[in-house]
């Protein structure tokens, strides 16, 4: 499903889901063996591939003609694209869209070969041997579009309130693959209201992005308890002939920050929230909608308010699937414990803000995610390591300045970045990874940041925090793993939390058990982190009943 509402009525689009492509791999016992598959999908779903890391080449045909966009949602991690044999794209991580422009493409048949590649190496700066997995394969849908020489590429919405009236800044981002500049006129309808811009011109091979303002009356606000959605399209006209058009979702909210406070729609927030991996034991990360939805379900019956997409950007409808349900979400960029090392490879900034930009240039109108993050557990007690915060704060803000930044640090009282970031967030795991009582570790924890921090008098939010747990594990004493443990742990964790009035909320490690790198073996029982409230198959732990009673005491709000 590419997302959860129709994004075109005049674009031509196909999803090549529920075509088969013949999979082979390119190394291993299984090399040059063809395969009938389905995408998405990740090969580790097959069961000759479910621990295969190397390269595999997906084939398909299709009938087309004409100018030809082909948008391909995620490919896992390092996808090379090819059109009867030449190659057309190429692309690096998982978690962002990247899309190719075919012109005068001959009508006919055409054969769409993408090269996944899954392994490890310098090249690959962000997937690394790592606390989840980095699948193979072409997880997210792959879409072909027929489009004219002028089509629009994105809109972005801002919503202001601006002396208690709603307004909104519309900006549309065209793009003109002719040779020679264009004109053309655009009609625009947002929330009811209409605008129309004509002879707007466009320079041969170029692209061109314009702003419209609008006000409005009689708006309903988007927030959890009433997550209203409302509709923007554009229309390019060419002669007075539609030759494309592009439909997005929004929603009149507000994200501000006052003192310590993260204000939606001016209220004080509190956070009750999940950290969730796209993981699944039936179809690894290529989840499809259903499975989304079924984990939302969880979500709202645990009382929860939002989810981190920890740690990497998303799939769009598990984000349009938010918006729907009032479920505010926490992005970040594809980063996790990177180590200064890792931070120094020369792949990682470029490839660290490509993530940036593009999941802020797909993601900026979803009203659900009320923050960005980066770099999750990266060297952040490190010069060079804040050098490379700042530069991605600042993108971020060049791109973004609608909604603040976070990263989730677990440098302890080593950090030296707090300076930087709008929220102040933290990792840590009190009865879990050492014995420190809960309460003394967290108020140690922020005192510390207000007295020896630039991060004194910013929101704090506790981003992780929980305890393992193996499904089904009992014993007579209660140790760590079993369930008991983590159901105590898990609810002093998140009540100590929730009563700390200076913080503005939480989210518990983990949503569900998920894979490991075999890499992280020696760490992780049966290979997975079991940190979840649910297993991989989402079956309640005895923590779930714990952590819905808590969450369910407490509003979205602080009063
Ligand atoms: C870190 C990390 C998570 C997970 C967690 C754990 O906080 O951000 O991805 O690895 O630790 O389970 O220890």
């Known amino acids: 499903m590419i997302r959860s509402f129709t994004t075109h009525k005049i674009r031509e689009q196909k999803e090549l889901t529920g075509v088969y492509w ?6 291993g016992e299984h090399k040059g063996k063809i395969y009938q598959v389905m995408t998405p999908s990740c090969w580790e779903s097959h069961p000759d591939f479910t621990n295969y890391r190397g390269e595999g080449i997906y084939k398909t ?20 694209v090819y059109c009867d044999g030449k190659e057309i794209a190429s692309h690096y991580n998982a978690y962002t869209i990247f899309g190719t422009v075919l012109k005068d493409l001959p009508e006919g048949e055409h054969t769409l070969e993408i090269k996944a590649d899954n392994r490890f190496s310098e090249a690959s700066a962000l997937h ?3 606390d989840y997995m980095s699948y ?36 549309v981002q065209m793009e003109n693959i002719a040779e020679e500049e264009k004109s053309i006129d655009i009609d625009m309808e947002i929330a009811g209201q209409k605008s129309n811009l004509t002879d707007i011109k466009i320079a041969g091979n170029s692209k061109n992005t314009i702003t419209t303002s609008f006000d409005f009356t009689g708006v309903e606000v988007w927030c959890p308890e009433n997550p209203k959605l409302y509709t923007v399209t554009a229309e390019i006209y060419k002669d007075g002939i539609c030759e494309d058009d592009f439909i997005d979702r929004f929603g009149f909210r507000e994200v501000k920050l006052l ?10 927030l509190r956070i009750k929230g999940l950290c969730r991996h796209e993981d699944h034991p039936q179809f690894a990360s290529a989840l499809p909608v259903a499975a989304m939805a079924a984990d939302l379900e969880i979500f709202k019956d645990l009382g929860a308010n939002s989810v981190r997409t920890s740690h ?3 799939d769009e409808v598990f984000l349009d699937l938010c918006d729907e349900q009032g479920i505010l979400v926490w992005e970040e960029n594809h980063a996790r414990g990177l180590s200064l090392e890792d931070m120094k490879n020369p792949n990682f900034e470029p490839q660290a803000e490509q993530v940036i930009r593009e999941m802020i240039e797909a993601h900026y109108n979803h009203p659900s995610i009320y923050i960005w993050g980066i770099l999750n557990e990266c060297a952040s007690d490190d010069p060079y390591g804040k050098e490379c915060y700042d530069k991605q704060f600042q993108l971020i803000k060049e791109l973004d300045q609608s909604r603040p930044h976070s990263f989730a640090s677990f440098k302890f009282k080593t950090d030296i970045c707090f300076g930087l970031p709008d929220v102040v967030s933290y990792n840590i795991y009190p009865k879990w990874y050492h014995d420190t009582p809960v309460d003394e570790y967290l108020d140690d924890l922020y005192q510390w940041v207000q007295k020896e921090t630039d991060g004194a008098g910013k929101p704090f939010l506790i981003t992780e925090i929980g305890a393992g ?16 443990y983590q159901a105590k742990t898990v609810e002093k964790q998140v009540s100590t939390v929730l009563n700390y009035a200076d913080c503005s909320g939480v989210y518990i490690w983990q949503f569900c058990d998920i894979r490991v790198c075999d890499e992280w073996f020696d760490k992780r029982p049966r290979t997975m982190n079991n940190k979840g409230i649910v297993d991989e198959y989402r079956r309640k732990k005895l923590a779930y009943d714990g952590v819905k009673r808590l969450f369910k005491s407490y509003s979205n709000y602080v009063e």
């Open 128 to 130: 690394i041997p790592n």
């Open 61 to 80: 045909q299709f009938y087309a003609g004409g100018n030809i966009r082909l948008e391909f949602k995620g490919v896992s991690h390092t996808a090379t």
């Open 312 to 314: 990497y950007p998303n």
């Open 136 to 171: 193979g394969g072409i997880n997210r849908p792959v879409v072909l579009e027929k489009i004219h020489e002028v089509y629009i590429n994105w809109i972005h919405v801002t919503p202001m309130l601006v002396e208690g009236k709603w307004k909104a800044e519309v900006q």
């Open 259 to 268: 003192g310590k406070d993260i204000l939606l729609n001016g209220k004080k």
């Open 469 to 484: 747990g193996l499904y089904g594990y009992r014993n007579a004493y209660d140790s760590k793993w079993t369930e008991e």
């Open 22 to 27: 013949a999979f082979t791999p390119c190394q």
